[in-house]
């Protein structure tokens, strides 16, 4: 989700034109105003999946759009004002594009429930190959590889980082081998099928940098935040009732202080950054090597100074406990029921192009025109079963803020500052608590909306959708 780029709206590869989109404003309120007042907001997958829709759907039993849903902020919540679907050129017919809204009519209705669930399947394949494998997993990869080849074990930062990569090389493995690995679970069940790591690695080409991992820079690049020194955290929510965003900063900010007491404890002069060789071979590693490719960007944070070393530990961190939760441990809440988010299309819209026949059957039997667009029996059961598993916490789960690492707490300095960050985590706990029992906060406390808890630090084992561990184990 990103605030609307004000390019995309009536340009020409775009069906989202001006006076479509101010018919679905409410009142008199203009696009020009909606965007100077950053009410519209976006959710593009056009220029992800576009490559792939021909490819996809020479698989049978699939298809695929370009996909573009956007959205007004109506001082509460969004509302969906439209969805762009996209094919191109192929088998001898031209570009196919509509745009889809809520409508009135019965017939609009089932055709809006029909669009929703070809946007709904690209977000779901987006959520699992690149917020989730990409961000998470995989890219946390470089950084355990380049901590374990050349940090020794009683590295002040191995041992700061230590917990905090505790099993993801081994989860990572197992994903390998039967979730995306080919033909797996993931090429079986989501639309992308056998080009789902294609298309993650395309994007990561595309779109990953590290400088934006970090959340305040995350937010920022979305445009959901801006730079305000008078609010808290030096940030303001383009929209306020944001509950990952206001939580996360929360966490950000009790996670970096825990970093910069353990850091500028190590490292109380600043030159030792620089002159600390271990450290700095590191960082080339990560920077180099595990991310190769990137090598050359200018956008790699510097690692001379404390400050720079405190920034880069916890975007890590982060990424790794409180990124990795949101994105991981609600997904059979939200999405265990299967028309809830579709994670795969099998058939093309009603109006594409279609046959007296199909536009028939359509009018006739909408239900069951939607239902063969679903997945089948067999695939949605088998998301449910990974997503259950997924969201799953073990009983021996070790969450972040919850216990000291004996090399911790065998200093004293590091114990107390660890207790400071144990406590703050706890805290955080009641503020979030605090935070759902708000009836202003529309987008946490109404008829049917669930209470954002996906960053409170400690859970029970189970399904829980709360719970941040240290590490990324599942």
Known sequence: MSKLDPNIYGSPESA???????????????????????????????????????????IKGRTLYGSRTLFIFDDESLRPLAIELTRPPMNGKPQWKQVYTPGTSATSYWVWKLAKAHALANDSAYHQLISHWLRTHCC????????????????????????????????????RENLINAGGII????????????????????????????????????????????????????????????????LWSILKQWVADYVNHYYSDPTLVESDEELQAWWMEVRTVGHGDKKDEPWWPNLKTPQDL????????????AHHAAANFGQYDYAGYFPNRPTITRTKMPTEDPTGHEWNHFLEKPEETLLQCYPSPGQATTVMMILDVLSSHSSDEEYIGQKAESAWEAEPKIKAAYEKFKGRMIELEGIIDERNANQDLKN??????????????????????????NSISI
Not at 310 to 321: D, L, Q
């Open 16 to 58: 989202l034109t001006t006076e479509l989109v101010e018919s679905q404003i409410k009142g008199s309120m203009t696009v020009k105003q909606a965007l100077k007042d950053k009410r519209l907001f976006i959710i593009d997958y056009h220029d992800a999946f576009m490559l792939y829709v021909k490819k996809v759907r020479e």
């Open 187 to 250: 090429e079986s069940t989501f639309s992308p099928q056998k080009y789902a790591i294609e298309i993650s690695s395309i994007i990561y080409g595309l779109e990953w940098r590290f400088d934006h991992e970090a959340l305040p820079a995350d937010l920022i690049s979305r445009g959901m935040a801006v730079e305000d020194a008078s609010s808290s955290h030096g940030l303001k929510l383009t929209i306020e009732d944001y509950p990952y965003a206001s939580d996360g900063l929360e």
């Open 310 to 321: 405190i920034h880069i530990i916890t975007t890590i961190i982060w990424v790794a406990s």
């Open 444 to 469: 946490r406390n109404s008829a049917g909306v669930m209470p954002y808890e996906l960053l409170k630090p400690l859970s029970l084992p189970g399904v829980t959708a709360k719970g941040v561990p």
């Open 140 to 175: 946390t990869e470089p950084y355990i590889i380049a901590a374990n080849r050349q940090l020794s074990a009683m590295h002040p930062i191995y041992r700061l980082l230590h917990p905090y990569f505790r099993d993801t090389m081994e989860i990572n493995a197992f994903g």
